[in-house]
């Protein structure tokens, strides 16, 4: 059973920043990809940032050049850096891990940015 812990969420300004961890219960290179996904009530899960074995990242292309993920191998971890957060970034974060036709969720963080 793979088990993936986000932390790191909270209430922060607009224009401020704020880094969120996901340590995964394996080592993060047992999966295919890792990623961050948010959500907001009434709408879907989407994809903020993916990074994939091999290192290839991509964002969506409403956080690209203001939110950072990277991966720590040793601490099992994967990270999203936000900078110069807006309102609409507010909504509970996930982290995700997919290998083979699964896929694992965390319990989620709350981001909350206000104006």
């Known amino acids: 059973q793979v088990q993936l812990v986000e932390s790191g969420g909270g209430l922060v300004q607009a224009g401020g920043s704020l880094r969120l961890s996901c340590v995964a219960s394996r080592s993060i290179f047992s999966f295919n990809s890792m990623g961050w996904f948010r959500q907001v009530p009434g709408k879907q899960r989407e994809l903020v940032a993916g990074?994939?074995?091999?290192?290839?990242?991509n964002y969506a292309d409403s956080v690209q050049g203001r939110f950072i993920i990277s991966r720590d191998r040793a601490k099992n971890a994967v990270y999203l850096q936000m900078n110069s957060l807006k309102p609409e970034d507010t909504a509970v974060y996930y982290c995700?891990?997919?290998?083979?036709?699964?896929?694992?969720w965390g319990q989620g963080t709350q981001v909350t940015v206000s104006s």
């Open positions: 990074i994939a074995r091999g290192g290839f990242t």
């Open positions: 995700n891990a997919g290998v083979s036709i699964y896929d694992y």
